[in-house]
């Protein structure tokens, strides 16, 4: 998915650097602002125990099944229904049943309703995020979704599954820009694509017990213990909730109150302190104080809310301090002719206790 402050390309980066501080260490990894999942599924992949968090939903529910998902599902429960799954071998199963809800009938429910041009034409806001079609098929995939979880057709770990392959899906069919603030006035080419369940495959290893929090970080850091943590929050004054606020409402379809021509949700509860400028610092500290690890590794670039100084002497309180720097190209919404490169710092230290 591209997302904001993704670290897709920054991978390699993150496990040398990571691995040169801890060493090649069977450590726990804690990835606590952990956005799309991809550095947690990075080590993952590594053989490392991950515990992943974030406190968008849709974020959960990516790192549910990226994360915490480890074995081949099944779908048992869903021979019944699908009558062809029973002469499928298990192994296959997963992409039939993403096939099946491929070819169901189209319905018209909320995200049609609210966020189509079919839907919302005469209406006070019309809205055109996605073409009439992807909105009425992803409506008929969500709404199926819960059905086979509240009769138990499917488990938490088909449940997470399904979804995030709904949202990996729907998003590469969005009419944005980039992120969710707006929609294009007239529909994109790649909008115009009937988009397609393609699975969200995940790494089956032998990390069998790792765990996948949806909490505010300042909490949640009292809570949890483990190696190394690895901090990754917003840079800006972007707040993620309202960016990204449609995969909110399609994880949760939970029939929220929308607002204005954008139909935003309400999301005063997921203001995030790291995108507040009076705020972020007290939250950063009230952080590395309280985890109970041996190694914090904070990305962060140059342009963020806290400044080099700043960082530094917080993180020097609680351990021997370091960093490794890297240019990095910007995300591509905020392309600006004259600054094409960013510098990307990974900050750490080693705690003292
Ligand atoms: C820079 S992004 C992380 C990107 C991620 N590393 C990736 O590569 O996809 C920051 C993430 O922090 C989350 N976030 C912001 N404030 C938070 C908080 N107080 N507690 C937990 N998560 C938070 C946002 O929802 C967002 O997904």
Redesign the pocket.
């Known amino acids: 998915m591209n997302?904001?402050?993704?670290?897709?390309s920054l991978l390699e980066f993150l496990e040398s650097s990571i691995y040169k501080v801890v060493g090649l260490k069977n450590f726990t990894f804690l990835d606590?602002?952990?956005?799309?999942?991809?550095?947690g599924q990075h080590f993952k992949k590594n053989n490392h125990k991950i515990i992943s968090?974030?406190?968008?939903y849709y974020?959960f529910v990516l790192n549910k099944n990226y994360i915490e998902n480890h074995k081949t599902l099944k779908f048992q429960n869903l021979e019944d229904e699908i009558k062809k799954l029973k002469n499928i071998n298990f192994e296959k199963r997963a992409n039939f049943v993403c096939y099946y809800l491929d070819n169901i009938k189209f319905v018209e429910g909320f995200i049609f309703n609210n966020y189509c041009m079919g839907g919302t034409i005469g209406k006070e806001f019309e809205r055109l995020y996605f073409s009439d079609e992807n909105g009425k098929k992803a409506d008929a995939i969500r709404k199926k979704i819960e059905i086979w979880k509240v009769k138990k057709k499917i488990n938490d770990n088909e449940y997470y599954f399904l979804l995030a392959t709904l949202l990996e899906n729907i998003d590469k069919v969005a009419n944005t820009a980039s992120v969710y603030a707006a929609f294009l006035k007239k529909i994109k080419k790649t909008a115009k694509y009937l988009f397609r369940m393609r699975p969200a495959n995940f790494t089956k290893n032998k990390t069998y017990n790792n765990e996948v929090f949806n909490e505010?970080?300042?909490i949640l850091i009292k809570k949890i213990e483990g190696d190394v943590l690895y901090l990754?929050?917003?840079y800006n004054n972007r707040q993620?909730a309202s960016n990204y606020h449609l995969l909110e409402t399609i994880a949760r379809y939970d029939n929220p109150s929308l607002r204005g021509k954008t139909g935003l949700r309400n999301y005063s509860h997921q203001k995030?302190?790291?995108s507040q400028k009076n705020e972020v610092l007290k939250s950063f500290e009230n952080i590395i104080q309280n985890a109970k690890v041996k190694y914090i590794f904070l990305s962060y670039n140059n342009e963020g809310l806290m400044n080099e100084k700043d960082i530094k002497k917080i993180m020097t309180k609680r351990g021997e301090y370091g960093f490794f720097k890297k240019k990095y190209g910007r995300f591509a919404s905020v392309k600006n002719k004259n600054v094409q490169y960013i510098i990307e710092y990974l900050h750490y230290i080693k705690c003292y206790k």
């Open positions: 997302y904001i402050g993704s670290k897709k606590l602002f952990a956005g799309t999942s991809i550095v968090n974030d406190q968008q974020s505010d970080i300042e990754d929050p917003p993620y995030s302190k790291f």
